[in-house]
Structures are given as structure tokens and as C-alpha cells.
């Protein structure tokens, strides 16, 4: 399977696919078209697929790079800066080749808004670079919401072996619509900060969570979370917050809302050049948290941070 010409530089095709054999025939051809062209490629797809498809490769799979999209991708939002940036920054005088597949049968629906998000900041995270990322998409198994974003996320999708330009191509208007304010319905501690009391929301927010069950590493990944936001909230956010603090499932909630608004959707997906002060706070909160919601407009920013046990 190749893809068609097009005139930018960036190509970013869906390939739904219907079991192992049409998964192959999507996936195999493009990572070889890549490789016999001289193009580095990765492949970062859940642990079941990556396994077929480095044995589908033989030979040719000691040319590829593999990641487990369920742990390197855990998170929708350290996708793009610590995957597919960082293996088509480290390779700039080339065009690169990627499998993607960042949304899976096994996705939970608080998930899937930060996932689909994924998909469409992908395009402006890309524009103008020399790279070919293929997202893959299990028809058989993933609602028919999920394929019907992707068609709104991809400028072209591949069904059936067949490759046809999206007539619903339209990402601005998925991110606008996924970027909804977050329900909470369960009991939550709660305490309001202002730029004095920035030490006290961060231990606030740790003891709660011991509490709630975390140590260790994970609870230090909290403090980090926690001081960065309510930094970025005094900073940016207009000098106070709310701290809040629960539990859901097997994992701890930690989330700060303030009365700034993001105007960058790429806030915190975008590596910082090495010259850069600053920029690096969100972008650290996502490689922290095993996901990250957010909700911002006029109103007000609300940043929810997920840490499991």
C-alpha cells in the first residue's frame, strides 16, 4: 500500500482495516515502500499488533523502530512531542515514516476525547514537514463514532484496500467540539491558592493523594503536576486557582482550574526549542500523568490530571 501524491509535504492517511489480514496488507507494503526509499520508520502501535507485525516483517524488522503505543502512548498527549516529534526531529534531513495507532478497542471514554484530540492536532503539529503518519483503525471493534472522527481527522482515509480523500476533513472543528467541560460527579477535597500560597496547594495535593493511595515515584509525579499547574495559573491563568483532589478507580484525580484561557492547541505538545525559557510546563505534566483532560474558553481553563496507582 503507498499513498497517493499529494502537494504538501505532510500526509497523514487512516487505514480502517478488518482483521489481522487486512491489517498486514495496509501495514507491510508502506513500512517496506518506506524502507527500499531510504525513509526511517517507526512503528508505534498496542502490543498485539506491533508483535504481528514485526513477524509479518522478518528481515526487514531489524530496520524499524517499535514502540508500544499503550505505554509510550498511555497518555494522548505526550503522543506527538515524545513519539512522533522525537523520531521525525531526529531524523530532519530525510522524510520519515510512521505507524501510529493511538486509538484502540481498549480505550476508556474518558480517554477517547483526549485520543480523538490527538488525531486532529497531529495536522497543524505537522504542517509543512516531510512526514507520512499512518493511523490505523480497527472497524470492526471500535464504535462507529470513533471512524466517523477519523474521517474528520484525516484529510485521507483507506477502506478496503481502496484510498479516497475525506470529504469531512475538517480537524479545527474536532478540537473545538471534543473541547468540552469535564463532568465530575464524586466527592472531591478542594482548596483555592494565590501566588503565596503555591506551597501549600502542592503539599495539599500530596497528602491527598497518600491518602488516596499513591507513594513513591507516583506521588512525587503528583507534586510536579500540581507545582506546575498552579504556577502556570498564577503566571498565565490571572494569579489564583482551585486545587482539587479525588479518587476514580485505580487512579488519582488531580485538577486546577483558574480564569485563563489557552490559546495555543498545541500548548504542552510542542517540544521547546533548546534556546527557549519556559513553555516546558504542560508539556512536563503530560509526560507525568497517565492522562491528561483539559477544557479552556472565555470562562476559564480547567487542566485534569489522571495518576494511576
Not at 141 to 157: K, S
Not at 189 to 218: C, H, K, T, W
Amino acid at each position: 500500500m503507498t499513498t497517493a501524491p499529494t502537494a504538501e509535504p505532510f500526509v497523514h492517511p487512516a487505514l480502517f482495516y478488518r482483521g489481522e489480514e487486512e491489517y498486514l496488507r495496509g501495514t507491510v507494503p508502506f513500512v517496506r515502500d518506506g524502507l527500499r526509499a531510504g525513509e526511517p520508520v517507526a512503528v508505534a502501535v498496542p502490543g498485539p499488533n506491533l508483535a504481528i507485525l514485526r513477524t509479518a516483517l522478518g528481515g526487514d524488522a531489524a530496520d524499524v523502530r517499535f514502540l508500544d503505543m499503550t505505554e509510550v502512548g498511555r497518555n494522548p498527549g505526550r503522543i506527538i512531542p515524545k513519539v512522533l516529534r522525537a523520531f521525525a526531529d531526529a531524523h530532519r534531513r530525510t522524510r520519515v515514516r510512521i505507524i501510529g495507532e493511538p486509538i484502540w478497542a481498549g480505550r476508556s471514554s474518558v480517554e477517547y476525547p483526549a485520543c480523538v484530540q490527538h488525531e486532529a492536532l497531529i495536522n497543524p503539529a505537522f504542517q509543512g514537514r516531510d512526514v507520512t503518519i499512518l493511523c490505523p483503525y480497527d472497524a470492526d471493534r471500535l464504535p462507529e463514532q470513533v471512524l466517523t472522527d477519523a474521517y474528520a481527522t484525516h484529510p485521507v482515509v483507506i477502506c478496503g484496500g481502496k484510498e479516497r480523500s475525506s470529504s469531512a476533513y475538517a480537524p479545527e472543528q474536532v478540537i473545538a467540539r471534543y473541547n468540552e467541560p469535564l463532568a465530575h460527579t464524586a466527592p472531591a477535597d478542594e482548596l483555592d491558592f494565590d501566588a503565596d500560597g503555591l506551597p501549600g496547594a502542592r503539599q495539599f495535593a500530596v497528602e491527598r493523594a497518600a491518602r488516596y493511595g499513591l507513594s513513591g515515584v507516583r506521588l512525587e509525579d503528583v507534586a510536579l503536576v500540581v507545582a506546575e499547574l498552579t504556577t502556570n495559573s498564577v503566571v498565565h491563568g490571572g494569579g489564583s486557582g482551585t486545587v482539587r483532589v479525588w479518587s476514580e478507580g485505580d487512579q488519582v484525580v488531580c485538577e486546577v482550574r483558574d480564569r485563563g484561557q489557552l490559546s495555543d492547541p498545541l500548548a504542552g505538545r510542542r517540544p521547546p526549542s533548546r534556546d527557549q525559557l519556559g513553555g516546558r510546563g504542560l508539556l512536563l505534566v503530560h509526560c507525568l500523568a497517565d492522562l491528561v483532560r483539559v477544557h479552556t474558553g472565555p470562562e476559564g481553563t480547567t487542566v485534569r490530571c489522571y495518576v494511576g496507582r
